[in-house]
């Protein structure tokens, strides 16, 4: 290892997902890459019921000075990446997902871009690569642009300072190691394998919050492979809820908000609102975004309703 080059271990938290576990390692472990010893591949299998934990043992027999395989039985991405986090040996923690195909400059991008102390991390570009067509009612830009489940992630082709409205994705971030040492590991309350999503987002808005600085690297680039089950109208359905738990879980609802049955008011407007609009829109694609957030708003109200029952009661 070159004393001027940071150590930096790859996390992949996979479940179920082998084949497509294969071919993102593949796209990692290029001559480029094998031509240094700076590096690690640590894959954490959460819980799979497939052939995963094959498919590691034939990787790390391929590669065994960089292929690591540790296994978790707490479901949720955030649980697997803590797992990860736990045993990684590098400066450098670079996050991605099981379900891409990684650029040839990235993992040298990302040590390049930390290794000097300036960030604490980094969010890179993500490309979604269509394996199936894009549905008509997918309207990805507009005033009824809808949540993203392509995974893009692009916020032009100069590099810039990340703030708190364009925080990055788990499929391409990297850490310095000490931001899980000062600030705390991922939220397993958070996150793939939980109703509510965003345990990414939180952390880097935790970093953003404590005056971290967080820079965007469009040159680490990895594409992300969107298949026909991620764009399905309950695929969304799903991530609206789960965004609309998320943001109630962030935020809360303001002091002295009056509640019908422990649900705030506001929200029983919204709700109403919403159903309004989407029950009368004439445009497919009002129709469509109004739809998805009235699933948003039942999302708010299910969290609202669990923080009032769950609330501490005040001491007498």
């Known amino acids: 290892m070159r004393e001027d080059a940071a150590f930096v271990t790859v996390l992949i938290s996979t479940h179920n997902r082998a084949e497509t576990l294969r071919q993102t390692v593949a796209t990692l472990f290029t001559p480029l890459n094998l031509s240094r010893t700076d590096w690690e ?96 009612w997918l309207t990805t830009r507009g005033p009824y642009k809808l949540l993203d489940v392509t995974g893009e992630y692009d916020l032009g082709e ?24 000062r600030y705390g590991l ?46 399905e109208k309950e695929t969304f359905r799903r991530r609206y809820v789960g965004f609309g738990r998320f943001s109630m879980r962030m935020q809360g609802a303001p002091p002295g908000a009056v509640r019908y049955f422990g649900v705030p008011r506001y929200l029983v407007r919204s709700l109403l609102e919403d159903a309004l609009r989407w029950t009368f829109a004439i445009d497919p694609q009002r129709r469509v975004y109004y739809k998805f957030h009235v699933w948003q708003d039942l999302g708010e109200i299910q969290e609202a309703r669990e923080q009032f029952r769950n609330r501490v009661p005040r001491q007498a």
């Open 186 to 231: 991922f939220r397993t309350d958070l996150g793939a394998g939980t109703p509510i999503l965003g345990g990414d987002t939180e952390f880097c808005r935790r970093l953003l919050q404590a005056g971290e600085r967080l820079v965007y690297t469009p040159q680490a680039v990895v594409h992300h492979i969107v298949e026909e089950q991620q764009v």
């Open 158 to 181: 100069r590099q810039r300072d990340i703030s708190m409205s364009t925080v990055p994705f788990g499929a391409n971030m990297a850490f310095r190691k000490t931001a899980f040492e």
């Open 41 to 136: 591949l640590v894959v954490v299998d959460n819980g799979s019921a497939d052939h995963t934990a094959v498919v590691c043992e034939e990787l790390q027999a391929a590669y065994p000075h960089y292929f690591r395989y540790v296994t978790e039985l707490r479901r949720g991405r955030c649980s697997g990446l803590n797992a990860g986090i736990a045993v990684a040996r590098g400066e450098i923690i670079a996050i991605t997902d099981d379900d891409v195909l990684i650029d040839s400059e990235w993992l040298p991008t990302i040590r390049k871009t930390l290794q000097n102390g300036d960030y604490i991390g980094l969010g890179g570009k993500i490309v979604p690569k269509w394996h199936c067509p894009k549905p008509k």
